[in-house]
């Protein structure tokens, strides 16, 4: 297998709060609006490497709950899995990935983070416990409309 036609795997972490707002973190990379996650490193677990990228971009510790979809950026091909989370420790700070975070409704997502993006969160708040399994070109969602 030539190294064009590999997948990577991403996790990210939806965080909701008491009142049912996710959070968001403005990377400092590319200014994006997005929930907290990164690409998971060889050896590491998927649980391991979520708590990890959390911890890194937020401050937070977090407890997944339940996967929440399964996304696939067709151009890049990487594969994210995204899970619905509630903190267990730490303190929300700006950290070398993050310059700034935010809680957000639904609706607020959907206005500050590109399609992509949103989606995920979307998906998390409205979740029923079976994952959503969309595709995606790194900003718009393959036969989606939000």
Known sequence: MDQDSRHSVSVAGVIVDDQGRALL?????NGHWEA???????NEDIVSGLRREVREETGLEIEPEVLTGVYKNMKR????????CHVTGGSLVVTDESK??????ADEARALSVQAFAVRVLDALASDGKPAVREHDGDRVVGLSL
């Not at 907290?36 to 060889?42: C, D, H, Q, R, T």
């Open 36 to 42: 907290p996650g990164g690409v998971l490193e060889l």
């Open 100 to 105: 700034a975070f935010c809680w957000v409704t």
């Open 25 to 29: 973190i403005q990377r400092r990379d």
């Open 77 to 84: 091909g990487i594969i994210a899995l995204v899970f619905r």
